[in-house]
């Protein structure tokens, strides 16, 4: 396994997750997580690339069964997704901004096997479960849509230290981006921005957690994927599964 971070050490890093120490500065995140990493499973060899993703050949690609990218602009997960789906390589994408949070695969072709108790199959019982479950007002596609184009513009992500100028830039960003596709204002409301500064250790395991498993699932073979978008509300804890399909 390879990791791959363009980015230096900060301490918003050490909030929102487990694999960089404390104390840790002045190196990259690849590096200063490449310890922790490897002590999850000894059995895996964790080695640290370096350079940026966009400048890699596609016979870098090559080489893996999956790849998954974080805290990538979209031209760059745009770009290699469709590489990946060119060769058959399994592509996952995930980010969390604030109290939200995503991921995507494209598997392409994939076949897996799902097991079934015996017990299940020869006396069925379906049984009724009703839910209620409170629905976000916050249309995610196009909300996750206005953050990765403020970081294609601006090269990082809202910052709360920068919170006032931040928030009028992704309110102009919302505005165009809305009016371009017809919509109305309301299908983002204003107060999103108030939601979606930093990231949050809370939001980061449930993302994160997903990802992983679903990574899992896709290189064994095991059990259903999520197809293919799936979507994390932190003020509510729930999780959406959505597909969006190519035109």
């Keep these: 396994m390879k990791l791959y971070a363009c980015v230096q050490v900060s301490a918003v890093n050490t909030r929102a997750q487990f694999l ?15 310890e922790q990493a490897q002590l999850l499973n000894p059995m895996v060899e964790v080695k640290v690339e370096h350079g940026s993703v966009a400048s890699k050949p596609d016979e870098f690609f090559s080489q893996f069964d999956a790849v998954c990218l974080t805290a990538c602009v979209l031209e760059d997960l745009l770009k290699i997704c469709d590489l990946c ?44 479960i009703y839910f209620i479950v409170k629905v976000s007002r916050i249309d995610f596609p196009w909300a996750f849509a206005v953050l990765l184009n403020f970081r294609t513009k601006k090269g990082r992500d809202p910052d709360p230290l920068m ?32 939601s979606c500064f930093s990231q949050l250790s809370p939001v980061c395991p449930v993302v994160g957690g997903v990802l992983g498993q679903e990574i899992i699932k896709a290189l064994s073979g095991h059990d259903a994927p999520l197809n293919n978008f799936f979507f994390f509300d932190g003020f509510t804890c729930n999780g959406i599964v959505d597909c969006f399909k190519s035109c």
């Design 20 to 34: 960089v120490p404390h104390g840790v500065a002045g190196i990259g995140l690849a590096e200063a997580s490449l």
């Design 85 to 128: 789906h060119s060769k058959s390589i399994k592509f996952f994408a995930g980010d969390a901004f604030g109290y939200h949070g995503y991921m995507f695969a494209d598997l392409g072709q994939h076949d897996f096997v799902e097991y079934v108790h015996a017990s299940f199959t020869l006396n069925p019982v379906w049984p009724f």
């Design 163 to 194: 919170f006032t100028p931040d928030t009028d830039l992704l309110l102009q960003l919302r505005d165009e981006l809305l009016e371009s596709h017809g919509l109305e204002k309301n299908t983002i409301p204003e107060n999103f921005t108030s």
